[in-house]
């Protein structure tokens, strides 16, 4: 399912005007409309309650015009609030607004604190508030007599439906632009956009229902927008079904280099975890200091002692080892609980220059390229990266809330520019590929906040590639099937207390899952009705 930037939007809505010649009034008549539709799905006794529509002057008060029209009809008591004067208002939302006259329906302007505060009395007797105040253009913070009303709808008790995005809301982040409407419903126009999905806009937009507003899909296709939410059904429709016949050795052969003293937890729930994934075989390649540990931890793993530093981290000299090791293997894993040494970094360094099987980065690993990063430009195999924002941090030079802020962007710039699939973890786990596209993934709850859950992905990930599947399908039903195996058991045991092995012990389940085409476990993750 397709989210859209702002400026697609824009795109979009531009096209069907004028090169397919839908008129403007048309899609904001469509929008008003189904936005009523869920409105009076929302509060089904509207009716007997009384609707505030607070509206600017442009078209996102223009929808809210519209939804007047059809409560009125409806039979509910409404009232339009506009922040302005009905002399500034133009456009097909000035064309709606003086539709409105004719009906009854009372148009109160409040183009200034005055204004409003005279009418407070009025104000505080409406039951429900449409929000239709700024839509998905706004790129400054909200600040003086907008904040104020806001702050208002926020404070006021009432539950606020938005139009299209709630106010103050940036459609492209999900980052509030100082202050933003904390809506009970959303419904948006054509398609969800991306910052109704990320985190925190989620949640201020609550439910989110998606309005078709008439964009033909020619002209979709043209934009081409380049996010999309993850599905059950993409992750279905991308899974094979093991073969009868199959064998470990026509599952694939997974090579992990991870462990050091102190982290060889890491090493052992990367290797299980790709196991639990149906990878045929796991070889562990390890200091060998650790070696006596990680047998007694993933006794279905085979572990291949390697020479070390005097830190007990992998040591350069383990170079050629390694590479043998190499042959016949269908990916390779490396990273968990690797360690800092400077000397694995340049191990490291010459791995992934000799690597000619896809290669799975995560944790040490990220932070030992970190002062590599031109290293990735010149790898010919194809390479994920997991990095939680704090260690993309460290890749890209920028703050860790810099990252938060702008997760998606991040993401794409850096895997565009380096060629790498990245899979930049958090709520909302962003997964971007060299092409540009990028797929947010909905799965995953707060109860996956303990150490070692980057160790499931990884493991994850390389062990649907070891399968055969291809590095950008495993990123992104590695990402889905890690955060919903988290979830489920967090349904079971709830959200505190869960720990990475819990979440390895619930992957095979997703896979059945998956392979039954059983998508009521997942239908929760879907943070949108489409179609209104």
């Not at 043209?222 to 599952?251: C, N, W, Y």
């Not at 799975?360 to 010149?378: C, E, F």
Request: net charge negative; hydrophobic share 40%.
């Amino acid at each position: 399912m397709y989210l859209v930037t702002a400026r697609e939007m824009q795109d979009m809505d531009r096209k069907t005007i004028e090169s397919f010649g839908l008129p403007g009034l048309v899609l904001m008549e469509n929008a008003g409309r189904g936005a009523t539709r869920m409105l009076l799905e929302t509060f089904p006794d509207i009716q007997s309650k009384t609707v505030g529509i607070m509206a600017g002057k442009g078209n996102n008060g223009g929808d809210g015009f519209v939804i007047a029209r059809y409560l009125h009809q409806y039979g509910a008591e409404v009232t339009v609030y506009l922040l302005s004067t009905i002399e500034k208002t133009k456009g097909d939302a000035e064309t709606n607004l003086r539709l409105l006259s004719p009906m009854g329906i009372p148009v109160i302007e409040l183009p200034d604190p005055s204004h409003f505060d005279r009418n407070r009395r009025r104000l505080d007797d409406q039951d429900i508030w449409v929000d239709a105040i700024l839509g998905t253009g706004l790129a400054s913070d909200v600040n003086g007599f907008f904040k104020d009303v806001i702050d208002f709808l926020n404070n006021s008790g009432r539950p606020v439906f938005s139009v299209d995005i709630p106010s103050g809301l940036n459609s492209d982040t999900g980052q509030p632009h100082g202050t933003c409407i904390n809506a009970s419903a959303t419904a948006t126009f054509a398609f969800a956009k991306s910052g109704h999905i990320h985190y925190p806009g989620f949640c201020h937009t609550k439910r989110l229902g998606v309005v078709d507003i008439g964009i033909p899909k020619h002209i979709v296709n043209a934009v081409a927008p380049f996010q999309q939410l993850v599905t059950f059904e993409m992750i279905h429709s991308g899974f094979r079904k093991r073969p009868p016949d199959a064998h470990k050795g026509t599952t694939g052969h997974l090579m992990v280099l991870a462990g050091s003293p102190g982290k060889t937890g890491a090493a052992a729930m990367t290797s299980l975890s790709a196991m639990k994934t149906g990878a045929g075989l796991v070889t562990l390649g390890l200091p060998q200091s650790t070696n006596q540990v990680l047998e007694t931890l993933a006794i279905e793993v085979m572990t291949e002692p390697l020479a070390e530093t005097g830190d007990g981290t992998l040591a350069e000299a383990s170079l050629d080892g390694i590479l043998r090791l190499l042959e016949g293997k269908t990916c390779l894993a490396v990273g968990p609980g690797l360690g800092l040494s400077e000397e694995t970094g340049s191990l490291l360094e010459q791995v992934l220059l000799n690597a000619e099987i896809p290669v799975v980065v995560d944790a040490d690993g990220i932070n030992l390229l970190s002062s590599r990063a031109d290293l990735l430009k010149q790898i010919s195999a194809p390479v994920v990266l997991t990095p939680h924002p704090g260690e993309m941090a460290r890749l890209t030079g920028d703050s860790t809330a810099h990252i938060q802020r702008n997760r998606t962007e991040s993401a794409r710039k850096f895997a565009v520019e380096s060629g790498v699939h990245l899979v930049l973890k958090g709520a909302r786990t962003v997964i971007a590929h060299p092409d540009g596209s990028v797929f947010i993934n909905p799965t995953g709850s707060p109860a996956m906040a303990s150490g070692g859950m980057g160790d499931v992905l990884t493991g994850i990930i390389a062990g649907l590639i070891t399968q055969g599947y291809s590095p950008e399908y495993a990123s992104i039903a590695g990402a889905f099937i890690h955060g919903a195996s988290a979830d489920g058991v967090m349904e079971e045991k709830g959200p505190v207390g869960i720990m990475a092995t819990d979440v390895m012990a619930a992957i095979p389940e997703q896979f059945f899952n998956i392979e039954k085409r059983n998508v009521s476990p997942y239908a929760k993750y879907l943070p949108c009705h489409p179609g209104l």
